[in-house]
Protein backbone atom coordinates (compact mmCIF):
# COMPACT_ATOMS: atom_id res chain seq x y z
CA UNK A 1 0.00 0.00 0.00
CA UNK A 2 0.98 3.71 -1.13
CA UNK A 3 -0.37 6.74 0.40
CA UNK A 4 0.39 8.28 -3.48
CA UNK A 5 -1.04 5.07 -5.10
CA UNK A 6 -2.69 6.24 -8.16
CA UNK A 7 -3.22 2.53 -9.95
CA UNK A 8 -0.15 2.53 -12.26
CA UNK A 9 2.14 0.07 -10.51
CA UNK A 10 6.05 0.45 -10.06
CA UNK A 11 8.81 -1.17 -11.45
CA UNK A 12 9.88 -3.84 -8.84
CA UNK A 13 13.47 -3.10 -8.70
CA UNK A 14 13.00 0.83 -8.67
CA UNK A 15 10.45 0.28 -5.85
CA UNK A 16 12.66 -1.91 -3.83
CA UNK A 17 15.72 0.76 -4.16
CA UNK A 18 13.45 4.09 -3.23
CA UNK A 19 11.73 2.39 -0.16
CA UNK A 20 15.37 1.39 0.95
CA UNK A 21 15.16 0.31 4.74
CA UNK A 22 12.06 3.11 5.43
CA UNK A 23 10.13 -0.20 6.53
CA UNK A 24 12.58 -1.48 9.11
CA UNK A 25 13.82 2.34 10.46
CA UNK A 26 10.22 3.46 10.74
CA UNK A 27 9.28 1.45 13.08
CA UNK A 28 11.39 3.59 15.54
CA UNK A 29 8.91 6.55 14.78
CA UNK A 30 6.02 3.83 14.63
CA UNK A 31 4.45 5.29 18.04
CA UNK A 32 5.67 8.73 17.32
CA UNK A 33 3.39 8.97 14.20
CA UNK A 34 0.43 7.75 15.78
CA UNK A 35 0.46 10.31 18.48
CA UNK A 36 1.04 13.00 15.91
CA UNK A 37 -2.17 11.37 14.19
CA UNK A 38 -3.87 11.57 17.20
CA UNK A 39 -3.18 15.55 17.78
CA UNK A 40 -4.06 15.74 14.20
CA UNK A 41 -7.21 14.50 13.94
CA UNK A 42 -8.64 16.24 17.17
CA UNK A 43 -7.17 19.38 15.24
CA UNK A 44 -9.13 18.38 12.36
CA UNK A 45 -12.54 17.87 14.54
CA UNK A 46 -11.92 21.65 16.18
CA UNK A 47 -11.59 22.85 12.42
CA UNK A 48 -15.22 20.80 11.46
CA UNK A 49 -13.09 18.81 9.06
CA UNK A 50 -14.45 15.43 10.93
CA UNK A 51 -17.79 15.57 12.47
CA UNK A 52 -18.40 14.91 16.11
CA UNK A 53 -19.51 11.23 15.72
CA UNK A 54 -16.30 10.74 13.68
CA UNK A 55 -13.63 12.23 16.05
CA UNK A 56 -13.93 9.66 19.09
CA UNK A 57 -14.25 6.54 16.46
CA UNK A 58 -10.55 7.65 14.99
CA UNK A 59 -9.35 8.84 18.45
CA UNK A 60 -9.97 5.38 20.28
CA UNK A 61 -8.66 3.42 17.19
CA UNK A 62 -5.21 5.41 17.08
CA UNK A 63 -5.18 4.76 21.06
CA UNK A 64 -5.38 1.25 20.62
CA UNK A 65 -2.58 1.26 18.02
CA UNK A 66 -0.28 3.49 20.09
CA UNK A 67 -0.73 0.61 23.04
CA UNK A 68 0.53 -1.86 20.56
CA UNK A 69 3.36 0.25 19.24
CA UNK A 70 4.31 1.46 22.61
CA UNK A 71 4.75 -2.06 23.37
CA UNK A 72 6.73 -2.80 21.14
CA UNK A 73 4.70 -5.19 18.93
CA UNK A 74 4.05 -3.04 15.84
CA UNK A 75 5.00 -4.38 12.62
CA UNK A 76 4.68 -2.45 9.07
CA UNK A 77 3.13 -5.32 6.64
CA UNK A 78 4.75 -6.85 3.88
CA UNK A 79 3.95 -4.49 0.80
CA UNK A 80 3.05 -1.54 2.79
CA UNK A 81 5.83 1.60 2.20
CA UNK A 82 6.22 3.02 5.54
CA UNK A 83 4.59 4.09 9.06
CA UNK A 84 2.11 6.55 7.70
CA UNK A 85 0.87 3.58 5.28
CA UNK A 86 0.51 1.38 8.10
CA UNK A 87 -1.24 3.42 10.31
CA UNK A 88 -3.47 4.43 7.85
CA UNK A 89 -4.13 1.06 6.13
CA UNK A 90 -4.95 -0.25 9.63
CA UNK A 91 -7.35 2.23 10.42
CA UNK A 92 -8.84 1.81 7.51
CA UNK A 93 -8.99 -2.02 7.66
CA UNK A 94 -10.20 -1.50 10.97
CA UNK A 95 -13.05 1.29 10.77
CA UNK A 96 -13.78 1.84 7.03
CA UNK A 97 -14.09 4.55 5.17
CA UNK A 98 -13.52 7.01 7.95
CA UNK A 99 -9.58 5.79 8.56
CA UNK A 100 -8.76 7.68 5.02
CA UNK A 101 -9.91 11.41 6.59
CA UNK A 102 -6.89 11.05 8.78
CA UNK A 103 -4.80 12.51 5.94
CA UNK A 104 -6.33 15.77 5.37
CA UNK A 105 -4.07 18.67 6.04
CA UNK A 106 -1.09 16.67 6.18
CA UNK A 107 1.48 15.94 3.50
CA UNK A 108 3.79 13.23 4.52
CA UNK A 109 6.39 15.48 4.51
CA UNK A 110 5.56 17.30 8.05
CA UNK A 111 4.78 13.58 9.48
CA UNK A 112 7.94 12.72 8.96
CA UNK A 113 9.12 15.84 10.25
CA UNK A 114 7.06 15.62 13.50
CA UNK A 115 7.46 11.78 13.95
CA UNK A 116 11.36 12.80 13.76
CA UNK A 117 11.06 15.71 16.60
CA UNK A 118 9.16 13.78 18.97
CA UNK A 119 11.37 10.64 18.38
CA UNK A 120 14.42 13.06 19.29
CA UNK A 121 12.71 14.58 21.87
CA UNK A 122 11.57 11.36 23.39
CA UNK A 123 15.60 10.35 22.59
CA UNK A 124 17.00 13.68 24.34
CA UNK A 125 15.47 12.93 27.41
CA UNK A 126 16.35 9.57 28.03
CA UNK A 127 20.29 10.59 26.93
CA UNK A 128 19.83 13.41 29.61
CA UNK A 129 18.97 10.92 32.39
CA UNK A 130 22.22 8.63 31.09
CA UNK A 131 24.22 11.69 31.77
CA UNK A 132 23.01 12.36 34.85
CA UNK A 133 23.52 9.53 36.31
CA UNK A 134 27.06 9.17 34.48
CA UNK A 135 27.98 12.71 36.30
CA UNK A 136 26.41 12.20 39.74
CA UNK A 137 28.98 8.71 39.53
CA UNK A 138 31.76 10.65 38.73
CA UNK A 139 30.77 13.33 41.42
CA UNK A 140 30.36 10.51 44.19
CA UNK A 141 33.70 9.30 43.34
CA UNK A 142 35.08 12.07 43.32
CA UNK A 143 34.16 13.13 46.79
CA UNK A 144 34.64 9.66 47.67
CA UNK A 145 38.57 9.64 46.80
CA UNK A 146 39.12 13.40 47.54
CA UNK A 147 42.08 13.16 49.57
CA UNK A 148 43.71 10.47 47.39
CA UNK A 149 46.80 12.60 45.36
CA UNK A 150 47.21 10.99 41.40
CA UNK A 151 50.46 11.92 39.18
CA UNK A 152 49.00 15.18 36.84
CA UNK A 153 50.81 15.06 33.23
CA UNK A 154 51.12 17.42 30.20
CA UNK A 155 52.67 16.11 27.63
CA UNK A 156 52.18 12.79 28.86
CA UNK A 157 55.21 13.53 31.58
CA UNK A 158 54.98 14.24 35.03
CA UNK A 159 54.04 17.19 35.66
CA UNK A 160 52.26 18.29 39.05
CA UNK A 161 49.73 16.57 41.41
CA UNK A 162 46.36 15.83 40.48
CA UNK A 163 43.97 13.85 42.61
CA UNK A 164 41.34 10.98 41.88
CA UNK A 165 38.99 13.44 43.16
CA UNK A 166 39.83 16.47 40.60
CA UNK A 167 39.96 13.34 37.87
CA UNK A 168 36.41 11.90 38.38
CA UNK A 169 35.47 15.81 39.06
CA UNK A 170 36.81 16.93 35.80
CA UNK A 171 34.43 14.59 33.91
CA UNK A 172 31.68 15.47 35.63
CA UNK A 173 31.79 19.24 35.33
CA UNK A 174 32.54 18.53 30.83
CA UNK A 175 28.77 16.71 31.13
CA UNK A 176 27.54 19.18 32.61
CA UNK A 177 28.94 21.44 29.95
CA UNK A 178 27.46 18.66 27.50
CA UNK A 179 24.39 18.96 28.57
CA UNK A 180 24.14 22.89 27.73
CA UNK A 181 24.78 22.35 24.12
CA UNK A 182 22.22 18.97 23.89
CA UNK A 183 19.74 21.82 25.61
CA UNK A 184 20.81 24.48 22.41
CA UNK A 185 19.90 21.44 20.27
CA UNK A 186 16.77 20.56 22.31
CA UNK A 187 15.04 24.05 22.16
CA UNK A 188 15.61 23.72 18.45
CA UNK A 189 13.71 20.17 18.09
CA UNK A 190 10.91 21.13 20.51
CA UNK A 191 9.06 23.07 17.73
CA UNK A 192 6.21 22.12 15.95
CA UNK A 193 6.10 21.35 12.26
CA UNK A 194 3.04 20.00 11.54
CA UNK A 195 0.76 21.92 9.39
CA UNK A 196 3.29 22.62 6.93
CA UNK A 197 2.35 19.81 5.22
CA UNK A 198 4.24 19.52 1.83
CA UNK A 199 6.53 22.67 2.61
CA UNK A 200 3.86 25.14 1.66
CA UNK A 201 0.59 25.07 3.71
CA UNK A 202 -2.84 24.40 3.51
CA UNK A 203 -5.89 25.98 2.22
CA UNK A 204 -7.69 23.72 5.07
CA UNK A 205 -8.18 26.18 8.41
CA UNK A 206 -5.74 24.36 10.13
CA UNK A 207 -4.94 25.62 14.23
CA UNK A 208 -1.21 24.89 14.44
CA UNK A 209 -0.99 26.39 17.77
CA UNK A 210 -3.85 24.10 18.62
CA UNK A 211 -1.39 20.96 18.00
CA UNK A 212 1.39 22.57 18.97
CA UNK A 213 -0.03 22.25 22.74
CA UNK A 214 -1.10 19.26 22.46
CA UNK A 215 2.09 17.65 21.97
CA UNK A 216 3.96 19.94 24.57
CA UNK A 217 5.79 22.13 22.01
CA UNK A 218 7.48 24.66 23.12
CA UNK A 219 6.39 26.89 20.17
CA UNK A 220 6.41 26.01 16.08
CA UNK A 221 8.36 26.05 13.13
CA UNK A 222 5.89 29.35 11.72
CA UNK A 223 7.22 29.46 8.43
CA UNK A 224 6.49 26.53 6.26
CA UNK A 225 9.23 26.87 3.91
CA UNK A 226 11.49 26.77 7.20
CA UNK A 227 9.86 23.76 8.66
CA UNK A 228 10.90 21.68 5.67
CA UNK A 229 14.39 23.13 5.89
CA UNK A 230 14.38 21.89 9.19
CA UNK A 231 14.66 18.05 7.72
CA UNK A 232 18.60 17.34 8.03
CA UNK A 233 19.00 21.00 9.98
CA UNK A 234 17.67 19.64 12.71
CA UNK A 235 19.39 16.20 13.16
CA UNK A 236 23.08 17.70 12.24
CA UNK A 237 22.06 20.09 15.53
CA UNK A 238 21.44 17.27 17.23
CA UNK A 239 23.78 15.37 15.62
CA UNK A 240 26.69 17.79 16.92
CA UNK A 241 25.50 17.88 20.61
CA UNK A 242 25.20 13.79 21.49
CA UNK A 243 29.51 13.87 19.67
CA UNK A 244 29.93 16.22 22.26
CA UNK A 245 28.98 14.05 24.59
CA UNK A 246 30.32 11.24 22.91
CA UNK A 247 34.10 12.77 23.07
CA UNK A 248 33.55 13.58 26.17
CA UNK A 249 32.98 9.74 27.03
CA UNK A 250 36.26 8.75 24.67
CA UNK A 251 38.27 10.48 26.20
CA UNK A 252 37.43 9.27 29.83
CA UNK A 253 37.45 6.05 28.29
CA UNK A 254 40.53 6.48 26.96
CA UNK A 255 42.15 7.62 30.49
CA UNK A 256 40.53 4.06 31.81
CA UNK A 257 42.53 2.14 29.65
CA UNK A 258 45.77 4.22 30.33
CA UNK A 259 45.21 4.33 34.10
CA UNK A 260 44.36 0.75 33.89
CA UNK A 261 47.55 -0.47 32.35
CA UNK A 262 50.35 -2.19 34.34
CA UNK A 263 52.81 0.68 33.63
CA UNK A 264 50.34 2.81 34.87
CA UNK A 265 48.35 1.12 37.55
CA UNK A 266 46.15 4.15 39.30
CA UNK A 267 42.90 2.21 38.82
CA UNK A 268 41.81 -1.49 38.00
CA UNK A 269 38.71 -2.89 36.94
CA UNK A 270 36.70 -6.36 38.49
CA UNK A 271 37.96 -9.67 36.54
CA UNK A 272 34.27 -9.61 35.54
CA UNK A 273 34.23 -6.66 34.00
CA UNK A 274 37.22 -7.67 31.93
CA UNK A 275 37.94 -10.30 28.91
CA UNK A 276 40.92 -13.13 28.96
CA UNK A 277 43.62 -13.87 26.11
CA UNK A 278 43.21 -16.85 23.68
CA UNK A 279 46.91 -17.83 24.42
CA UNK A 280 47.99 -15.14 27.17
CA UNK A 281 46.83 -17.20 30.38
CA UNK A 282 47.76 -13.78 32.97
CA UNK A 283 45.98 -11.23 30.49
CA UNK A 284 42.42 -9.14 31.56
CA UNK A 285 41.46 -7.22 29.11
CA UNK A 286 39.36 -3.79 29.45
CA UNK A 287 37.37 -4.47 25.67
CA UNK A 288 34.43 -2.72 27.17
CA UNK A 289 36.26 0.47 27.67
CA UNK A 290 37.40 -0.34 24.53
CA UNK A 291 34.43 -0.57 22.80
CA UNK A 292 32.72 3.01 24.54
CA UNK A 293 36.06 4.52 23.30
CA UNK A 294 35.78 3.27 19.46
CA UNK A 295 31.74 3.47 19.46
CA UNK A 296 31.78 7.08 20.69
CA UNK A 297 34.73 7.98 17.84
CA UNK A 298 31.93 6.62 15.57
CA UNK A 299 29.60 8.62 16.83
CA UNK A 300 31.83 11.88 16.60
CA UNK A 301 31.56 11.19 12.82
CA UNK A 302 27.87 11.06 12.43
CA UNK A 303 27.68 15.15 12.26
CA UNK A 304 29.88 15.17 8.96
CA UNK A 305 27.84 11.91 7.47
CA UNK A 306 24.71 13.91 7.62
CA UNK A 307 26.66 17.16 6.45
CA UNK A 308 27.60 15.33 3.80
CA UNK A 309 23.89 14.16 2.74
CA UNK A 310 22.36 17.62 3.20
CA UNK A 311 24.86 19.63 1.70
CA UNK A 312 23.97 21.82 -2.09
CA UNK A 313 20.10 20.97 -1.82
CA UNK A 314 17.88 23.89 -2.52
CA UNK A 315 14.80 24.60 -0.10
CA UNK A 316 11.87 22.04 -0.33
CA UNK A 317 11.92 18.54 -0.39
CA UNK A 318 14.12 15.77 -2.32
CA UNK A 319 14.56 12.11 -1.36
CA UNK A 320 18.09 12.56 -0.34
CA UNK A 321 16.75 13.36 3.06
CA UNK A 322 15.08 9.68 3.65
CA UNK A 323 19.12 8.32 3.94
CA UNK A 324 19.12 10.12 6.76
CA UNK A 325 17.13 8.13 8.98
CA UNK A 326 19.68 4.91 8.67
CA UNK A 327 22.41 7.33 10.26
CA UNK A 328 20.50 9.07 12.80
CA UNK A 329 18.10 7.02 14.06
CA UNK A 330 20.01 4.15 15.28
CA UNK A 331 22.17 7.25 16.86
CA UNK A 332 20.46 7.14 20.60
CA UNK A 333 20.84 3.60 21.33
CA UNK A 334 24.14 3.39 20.87
CA UNK A 335 25.26 6.45 22.68
CA UNK A 336 22.85 5.55 25.74
CA UNK A 337 24.38 1.99 25.61
CA UNK A 338 27.77 3.64 26.12
CA UNK A 339 26.58 5.81 28.73
CA UNK A 340 25.00 3.03 30.69
CA UNK A 341 27.98 0.79 30.49
CA UNK A 342 30.49 3.91 31.70
CA UNK A 343 27.83 3.94 34.30
CA UNK A 344 28.37 1.01 35.34
CA UNK A 345 32.18 0.52 34.98
CA UNK A 346 32.54 3.71 37.05
CA UNK A 347 30.67 2.78 40.06
CA UNK A 348 32.78 -0.46 40.18
CA UNK A 349 36.18 0.80 39.63
CA UNK A 350 39.03 0.49 42.09
CA UNK A 351 41.45 2.82 43.19
CA UNK A 352 45.50 2.64 43.89
CA UNK A 353 45.43 4.99 47.09
CA UNK A 354 49.34 4.84 47.23
CA UNK A 355 50.47 5.46 43.64
CA UNK A 356 52.68 8.43 44.98
CA UNK A 357 55.08 5.79 47.11
CA UNK A 358 56.67 5.37 44.02
CA UNK A 359 59.53 7.51 44.00
CA UNK A 360 59.42 8.29 39.84
CA UNK A 361 56.72 10.56 40.85
CA UNK A 362 59.11 12.67 43.39
CA UNK A 363 59.15 15.57 40.79
CA UNK A 364 55.51 16.53 40.66
CA UNK A 365 55.95 18.33 44.10
CA UNK A 366 58.71 20.32 42.40
CA UNK A 367 56.55 23.39 41.42
CA UNK A 368 55.26 23.09 45.53
CA UNK A 369 58.69 23.44 46.70
CA UNK A 370 59.07 26.66 44.00
CA UNK A 371 56.03 28.42 45.29
CA UNK A 372 56.96 28.01 48.96
CA UNK A 373 60.18 29.60 48.55
CA UNK A 374 58.19 32.62 46.79
CA UNK A 375 55.66 32.77 49.52
CA UNK A 376 59.41 33.56 51.47
CA UNK A 377 60.18 36.48 49.27
CA UNK A 378 62.44 34.65 46.93
CA UNK A 379 61.46 36.30 43.36
CA UNK A 380 59.57 33.66 41.44
CA UNK A 381 62.33 33.19 38.51
CA UNK A 382 65.18 32.60 41.01
CA UNK A 383 62.91 29.99 43.34
CA UNK A 384 62.60 27.90 40.08
CA UNK A 385 66.70 28.06 39.53
CA UNK A 386 66.67 27.08 42.74
CA UNK A 387 64.59 23.74 42.58
CA UNK A 388 66.02 23.12 39.03
CA UNK A 389 69.56 22.97 40.33
CA UNK A 390 68.22 20.34 43.25
CA UNK A 391 66.64 18.43 40.63
CA UNK A 392 69.68 18.64 38.42
CA UNK A 393 71.97 17.34 41.42
CA UNK A 394 69.75 14.22 42.50
CA UNK A 395 69.39 16.66 45.67
CA UNK A 396 65.44 17.02 45.73
CA UNK A 397 63.56 15.84 48.38
CA UNK A 398 59.59 16.35 48.28
CA UNK A 399 57.38 17.57 50.53
CA UNK A 400 54.01 15.18 49.50
CA UNK A 401 51.91 17.69 51.80
CA UNK A 402 50.29 20.00 49.59
CA UNK A 403 47.74 23.08 50.32
CA UNK A 404 45.68 24.27 47.23
CA UNK A 405 42.54 26.22 48.66
CA UNK A 406 41.37 28.15 45.73
CA UNK A 407 38.01 27.46 43.59
CA UNK A 408 38.27 23.87 41.47
CA UNK A 409 41.85 22.65 43.22
CA UNK A 410 42.72 19.91 45.05
CA UNK A 411 41.27 21.02 48.65
CA UNK A 412 38.27 22.45 47.25
CA UNK A 413 36.75 20.99 44.19
CA UNK A 414 33.43 22.83 44.23
CA UNK A 415 31.46 19.42 43.47
CA UNK A 416 27.88 21.24 44.87
CA UNK A 417 28.44 23.56 42.12
CA UNK A 418 29.13 21.69 39.76
CA UNK A 419 26.01 19.23 40.96
CA UNK A 420 24.62 23.05 41.28
CA UNK A 421 24.71 23.75 37.58
CA UNK A 422 23.81 19.90 36.16
CA UNK A 423 20.60 20.23 37.93
CA UNK A 424 19.41 23.91 36.55
CA UNK A 425 20.66 22.77 33.11
CA UNK A 426 18.56 19.80 33.25
CA UNK A 427 15.50 21.64 35.05
CA UNK A 428 15.14 24.01 31.98
CA UNK A 429 14.57 20.97 29.54
CA UNK A 430 11.01 20.71 31.34
CA UNK A 431 10.20 17.11 30.54
CA UNK A 432 7.93 17.13 32.81
CA UNK A 433 5.11 19.49 31.08
CA UNK A 434 5.75 18.08 28.04
CA UNK A 435 5.22 14.50 29.93
CA UNK A 436 1.62 16.15 31.32
CA UNK A 437 1.01 17.22 27.26
CA UNK A 438 1.28 14.00 26.03
CA UNK A 439 -1.04 12.51 29.17
CA UNK A 440 -3.60 14.49 28.46
CA UNK A 441 -3.56 13.46 24.55
CA UNK A 442 -3.48 9.94 25.06
CA UNK A 443 -6.49 10.39 28.14
Known amino acids: MKLWDKGTPVNKAIEKFTV ?20 HVKMLGSAGLLSSEELPVLTDGLKKL ?56 DGISKIVAAVDDLAETLLQNSEKYIEILLPGYTHLQIAMPSSFGLWFGAYAESLTDDLELLLAAFNIVNQNPLGSAAGYGSSF ?23 QMGRGKTEKIVSFALANIASTLAKLAYDICLYNS ?14 GSSIMPHKHNPDVIELIRARCNKIQGVPGQLSLIINNLPSGYFRDLQILKEV ?16 LVLK ?29 GIPFREAYKQIAHKVEK ?19 LCLDKIAEKKQTTIAKFRFSKIQEALDDLLR
Open 20 to 39: GRDRELDLYLAQYDILGSIA
Open 66 to 121: YETAANGKFIIEEGVEDIHSQVEFMLTRDLGEIGKKIHAGRSRNDQVLLDLKLFTR
Open 205 to 227: PLDRQMTTDLLGFNNMNYNVVYA
Open 262 to 275: QNFNFISLPEEFTT
Open 328 to 343: FLPLFDELNDCLTMAT
Open 348 to 376: NIRVNKSVLDDRKYDYLFTVEEVNKLVLR
Open 394 to 412: GEFIPDKKILHTHEGSIGN
